[in-house]
T-cell receptor
Framework: NAGVTQTPKFQVLKTGQSMTLQCAQDMNHEYMSWYRQDPGMGLRLIHYSVGAGITDQGEVPNGYNVSRSTTEDFPLRLLSAAPSQTSVYFC???????????FGPGTRLTVT | GENVEQHPSTLSVQEGDSAVIKCTYSDSASNYFPWYKQELGKRPQLIIDIRSNVGEKKDQRIAVTLNKTAKHFSLHITETQPEDSAVYFCAARGGANSKLTFGKGITLSVRP
């Protein structure tokens, strides 16, 4: 089991560029989430999904899109990158029958 | 929605002493309270959790206590070691289908 994987580990973008952060899990978990972590702000929920084809907004969804076409994958798209989106992004997953949530290794994104 | 607060934002203890980190939550319907440890540059890792039908849970040197009346829960680390130095996040969830809300984190430093 690879658990929750994320790519890339690091990314530098220019303002206005778009990109997709990849997240995959091989545990057949129904629930997947994206968080951003900024200094002193904790982990803030961007978007989440309770199953394939179902997504919903979290606390800070503006500027991000998600889709969930399969159980395994939950990509996060930045439509037009802004410096305010400089952050560390974590993907997480959990089984529907469980409370325990597991995090991926994170992607450090810098927008210049 | 749920609001989770952690105070203070930093805590320094001498090696071998105990550390107590407290969190408060706002939603009386919350019934699941995990604690995550995050080492520098790493992903958050679940270290212990408690459900609302239990008042205390222990796992070796760590324990979590829950006071539902006062709506607070605490992480207790005994015989602290330098490797306990990390950022600790508390979180709360209202039910299996609810989102996990995180506190802002506390940086624990263990002085050798």
């Amino acid at each position: 089991n690879a658990g929750v994987t994320q790519t890339p580990k690091f990314q530098v973008l220019k303002t206005g560029q778009s990109m997709t952060l990849q997240c995959a899990q091989d545990m057949n978990h129904e629930y997947m989430s994206w968080y951003r972590q900024d200094p002193g702000m904790g982990l803030r929920l961007i978007h989440y999904s309770v199953g394939a084809g179902i997504t919903d907004q979290g606390e800070v969804p503006n500027g991000y899109n998600v889709s969930r076409s399969t159980t395994e994958d939950f990509p996060l798209r930045l439509l037009s990158a802004a410096p305010s989106q400089t952050s560390v992004y974590f993907c997480a997953s959990r089984a529907g029958s469980s409370y325990e949530q597991y995090f991926g290794p994170g992607t450090r994104l810098t927008v210049t | 929605g749920e609001n989770v607060e952690q105070h203070p934002s930093t805590l320094s203890v001498q090696e071998g002493d105990s550390a107590v980190i407290k969190c408060t939550y706002s939603d009386s319907a919350s019934n699941y309270f995990p604690w995550y440890k995050q080492e520098l540059g790493k992903r958050p890792q679940l270290i212990i959790d408690i459900r609302s039908n239990v008042g205390e849970k222990k796992d070796q040197r760590i324990a979590v206590t829950l006071n539902k009346t006062a709506k607070h829960f605490s992480l207790h680390i005994t015989e602290t070691q330098p490797e306990d130095s990390a950022v600790y996040f508390c979180a709360a969830r209202g039910g299996a289908n609810s989102k996990l809300t995180f506190g802002k984190g506390i940086t624990l430093s263990v002085r050798p």
